[in-house]
């Protein structure tokens, strides 16, 4: 595993433990289809979520939901339908982005996370 993927795994895994505190129930992780790659699909008692994390050292260039893109946005909500299909639901969907900042990259001992609800419509 390349360090990059080591690095994305540990922010995917900060993230899910952000939501499972939050009461969130996780359905699944790393979800993968012809269309793309939803990072974390979680549920709480009216939505069933669909998260993008983005992991940073800092946020001086750009946030890293700037990094969600229109061409982003658009791979996720295929990719979504995809899975609503496989796995219906009555619940409502929804975009969310973790940003989660860590300086030290791994090796950041308090990383800052920031949860945007409903990011992108």
């Not at 939803?38 to 946030?63: C, M, P, Y």
Request: net charge positive.
């Amino acid at each position: 595993m390349g360090r990059n993927n080591l690095a994305g795994s540990w922010g995917e895994a900060l993230a899910a433990e952000y939501l499972r505190k939050k009461r969130y129930k996780i359905e699944a992780a790393g979800y993968r289809c012809r269309f793309g790659e939803i990072d974390i699909i979680a549920r709480n008692k009216s939505f069933l979520v669909f998260v993008e994390v983005k992991l940073r050292k800092s946020g001086s260039f750009a946030q890293a939901l700037e990094y969600v893109d229109i061409w982003k946005q658009d791979r996720l909500r295929t990719t979504a339908a995809m899975y609503l299909a496989q796995n219906p639901t009555a619940l409502q969907p929804r975009f969310d982005v973790i940003e989660i900042y860590a300086p030290e990259g791994i090796m950041t001992k308090k990383p800052e996370i920031h949860h945007m609800e409903d990011a992108f419509q």
